[in-house]
């Protein structure tokens, strides 16, 4: 167990979680505890689930938000989103909220079937330990909601709510296509990944 309580950290100490836990094996390979409460930590990134047998409490930090509520969600070290165990041992503030679209998951480089899902598994884990996270129901997501539906066979409404900043209601965003966001997407250029055309890539058939 490393205690760093209360030692104004301003960033996760991401030289200590990859401290020999350069693979998934050597990952699950170590017990540890990381106790990280009441800092000063404003990044929050998704790789601290990544870490399966390493505890972390992260109560206490000023996350950063953004206007509209939401904490800001980082891939801060601009790697690859791993598969694999889940650490079901993180605390986070009960107050934290986040909000899925299609610029996170570029961000965590998760734009093929394999990591898409792992990025909605991790997501749908932090929601059922009563953290908010919510889809923005609009063109924003046009491509996780394409994606997750043609890999699932499933609605991504079905595990998430639509955010109070989304421009479209529930029924309007499940029947929406990626030839209806065309002139809306605004997918940055500065990402990990790139989505295909759904249209270019998939042919559905219809009897």
């Not at 899925?100 to 929601?127: G, H, M, P, R, V």
């Not at 009563?130 to 699932?152: A, G, H, P, R």
């Amino acid at each position: 167990m490393i205690d760093l309580t209360s030692n104004k950290l301003t960033q996760l100490p991401y030289s200590l979680l990859n401290s020999n836990q350069n693979t998934i094996l050597t990952r699950r390979s170590f017990q540890r505890n990381l106790l990280l409460q009441s800092n000063k930590l404003t990044q929050f990134d998704l790789f601290i689930y990544t870490y399966a047998n390493t505890g972390i409490n992260l109560d206490n930090n000023p996350f950063l938000i953004t206007t509209d509520g939401y904490n800001i969600l980082n891939n801060y070290q601009k790697e690859s989103l791993r598969n694999g165990p889940i650490s079901t041992n993180i605390i986070l503030s009960k107050q934290m909220r986040f909000l899925l679209n299609d610029q996170i998951a570029q961000n965590y480089n998760t734009c093929d079937s394999n990591s898409l899902n792992y990025l909605i598994e991790i997501l749908y884990y932090i929601k059922n330990n009563n953290i908010t996270v919510e889809i923005q129901c609009d063109c924003s997501s046009i491509y996780i909601k394409e994606y997750f539906y043609l890999l699932n066979s499933s609605e991504i409404t079905n595990q998430f709510s639509c955010s109070n900043i989304s421009n479209l209601t529930l029924t309007q965003f499940q029947s929406l296509i990626e030839t209806d966001c065309l002139a809306n997407i605004t997918l940055s250029s500065n990402t990990l990944c790139q989505f295909e055309r759904i249209t270019v890539s998939y042919i559905k058939i219809s009897f």
